[in-house]
Structures are given as C-alpha cells and as structure tokens.
C-alpha cells in the first residue's frame, strides 16, 4: 500500500510542481483586477454596504447563473437561512435535505425553527436521491389544502433543499419534478457549484431559490460572502429588502415593516467578488483539466480507487476533486500517509444524522451517503494558472 500511496503523492507534487512543502487541498487565486478595485473601495470611501461594485457583482452573477435576479448577503449560510425564511419555512416545519452536506444546509434549517429530515444520496452524484426523495413522500406523506404533511410527525414538509456535491450536480430535474407534484418549494444549495450546470441550465436557477458561497476556499472568493439566484423579481426585491434590516427605503426616516436582518454584503467583499468573476472562466477550465489529468493518472494506474467523474447530463466545476477508495480502513490509510507527507486530503463531512444536535432527526434509508462517507477523500483541488 505505502508504494501505491507514494506514487499518488509523486503525482500530485508533479501536477502541482511543488516538489515539497505543503500542498492545501484549495487555495485562493488573486491573479486579475483584485487590488484594483480594492483599492478604488478605499479612494472612494465606499467600503461598506453600499457601493457599485455590490450592484456590478449581483448584475454580473445573474448574467454569468442566467438567473433572473441576484441578491448578495455576507455568506452562504445567511444566504441559505434568507432563502428557506422567504420560501416560507416557518417553526415546526419540516425541511427534507441530504444526509450526506455540510453543517451549513441543516443549520440553516435550524435558524427558522424547522426540523430537518434527512434522505439519502445517489452514488453517481453525490446529491440528494430523487429515487429516495420520491420513497419518502409517497410512503410518509399526506397533501392537506395548505401543503405536505409528514403523517408521522404531524409537521408540514415546506421545503426540499438538494446540494450539489463538491460541484458535482444532482439528478436536479427530477427533484424539481417531485417537489412540484408534492407542493414543496425547491431551493438549491449551489454554494458548491458555480460554474456547474445541468442539461446546460446552471446549477442553482432550478429551484424558486439557488444558493451560492464565496467563502474563501470556494471557486470563487470574496473573503466572505453569499449570493441567493431568483427567476422571482419580486422575491429578489423582497430579498433586498430582509437584508437591508427591512428598512422602507427614504431618504431620511428610518422606519421598517418587519423584523429583519444585517446580511447585505459590503463593498470591498463585492469588489474581490467582481475582479475574480473575471478569471471564473478560466478557473473552471483549469479545474476541469486537473480533472482530466487526476481521471487518466487513476484510470492507469490500476490501484482499485476509483477518481470520481461528473454525472450524466451535468458539467462540473470540479471544486473538489475527490477519490473512492476500497473501505473505511483504506481510507483511513490514505489520509494518514497523504498528509503526513505535506499533501492535504480529506474524509468527506460527518453524516448530518450523527451530530449530536441532529440525533432525533427523521431519517431516509441512508446506504449510500454511508457507503460514500467510508470511502471518499477529497483531494488537492487548487487552480493552476
Ligand atoms: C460553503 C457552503 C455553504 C455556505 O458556506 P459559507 O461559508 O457560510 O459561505 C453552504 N452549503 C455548502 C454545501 C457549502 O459547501
């Protein structure tokens, strides 16, 4: 096994052209106008929440998503919490997402006071399983006049929320289906995923909401940072408004309507946001060829780990590449000699279902997330310009 391992090493010190040292699994890449306009935001003063580059970096991901509108907030999370608040997720709801996500998706179910169920993923995409989606709400469900019940919990199911798994998109079309049919509303975790799309649609533009992160290990990076996709104005507006401290716009008076929040995402954080939109393009070419690159090393090398490939139908960003090996012991073993060896690799996250906050949760049939959660790690997935 230590021969395979080091020759996988070797090969990722090659592809990086970092003999040693360390590598990170992904690191930021300040190669345009970044500076630039940072430093425009200090000349101008205009460093906070308002400023052109928040309304240039909103324009600019609507046109590059084909959404309707976008709306940015300070980060993804707050961006997810916003948009299960707007498709109306109230306490004592019931939100069905993956078991297989990061913290971020069930947390943010959590800030509306909802409950989380947790269905399983498909093997092919890594993202939640129409297949299991489809299962749960025909053997666990009732329609009433205002929505989906859970017969067993008695709760209203208000939304479904899927992810795009390390960029990879899931079966997004399906799951639209059903949630139409059902009455739930769809929003889309794609903090993962921009630059990724399905049957040529981007990810994140299925559902009424779309997600996106710019935290600063994402495709893309603002330091901090979220953005909500509409094909909704009237949401988007509403949107603006909840980050805005729900405050009705005048020039003087300060009154607001509701209870609102302090999500905007200020001027500096956009203005990264908008020079490094410039090299988007280039950055997923890069990624994709390291993609390929990882594809035929592990396809020659005979080594029973599998390099995981993007699903049917989609076009990944491959934000994180991530390997399948053998078992939980093979894994274990991996991550021991890569990072030991100055090259930083990674389980994928604790299934939701294990955390002590999320221990009551209603759970799906979860082979597969489990199965996926013994076997995959993430590997050195940084641009190379
Ligand atoms: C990064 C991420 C988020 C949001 O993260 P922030 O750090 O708050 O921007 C949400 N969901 C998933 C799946 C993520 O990977």
Redesign the pocket.
């Known amino acids: 096994m230590e021969k395979e391992l080091n020759k996988i090493v070797q090969f990722i010190r090659e592809l990086y052209k970092q003999p040693e040292g360390f590598i990170p699994l992904h690191a930021p890449v300040f190669a345009g106008n970044e500076k630039k306009y940072l430093n425009e935001c200090i000349d101008t003063t205009f460093v906070s929440s308002v400023g052109k580059f928040v309304d240039q970096f909103e324009i600019e991901i609507a046109k590059y998503t084909g959404a309707k509108n976008a709306v940015s907030v300070v980060?993804?999370?707050?961006?997810?919490h916003l948009a299960l608040k707007l498709v109306g997720v109230k306490a004592g709801d019931e939100v069905i997402t993956q078991a297989l996500?990061?913290?971020?998706?069930a947390n943010?179910i959590s800030y509306c006071d909802a409950k989380p169920v947790f269905l399983d993923v498909d093997k092919d995409t890594m993202g939640l399983s129409p297949k299991a989606l489809l299962h749960f709400l025909e053997t666990e469900t009732e329609q009433k006049p205002d929505g989906c019940y859970n017969i067993k919990t008695k709760r209203r199911i208000a939304a479904c929320v899927p992810?795009?798994?390390f960029g990879h998109p899931c079966r997004i079309d399906e799951i639209e289906e059903i949630c139409a049919k059902y009455n739930i509303e769809l929003v889309e975790?794609a903090?993962?995923s921009l630059g990724s799309s399905f049957s040529g649609q981007h990810t994140g533009t299925f559902g009424k909401i779309g997600?996106l992160?710019?935290?600063g290990?994402?495709v893309i990076t603002t330091g901090?940072?979220?953005m909500l996709l509409f094909n909704d104005e009237k949401l988007a507006q509403k949107a603006k408004h909840l980050t805005t401290q729900a405050k009705v716009p005048h020039a003087w008076e300060f009154v607001h309507d509701e209870i609102g929040y302090n999500y905007r995402m200020p001027n500096i954080n956009a203005a990264l946001g908008v020079a490094q939109l410039e090299n988007l393009a280039e950055f997923v070419k890069s990624k994709r060829q390291i993609a390929q690159e990882y594809a035929r090393f592990f396809s020659a090398a005979d080594l029973n780990i599998t390099f995981f490939t993007e699903p049917i139908n989609a076009k990944a960003n491959y934000w994180l590449n991530l390997l399948i090996l053998e078992d939980r012991k093979s894994r274990d073993q991996f991550l021991e000699y890569t990072n030991a060896k100055g090259v930083m690799t990674r389980p994928v996250w604790e299934l939701m279902n294990n955390l002590p906050m999320f221990k009551d949760c209603q759970l799906g049939d979860l082979s597969n997330a489990e199965w996926l959660a013994d076997r995959v790690v993430n590997i050195p997935s940084s641009v190379i310009l």
């Open positions: 980060n993804g999370t707050n961006a997810l996500t990061f913290i971020a998706t943010a992810m795009h798994t975790d903090a993962e997600v992160s710019f935290n290990n994402k901090g940072g979220g």
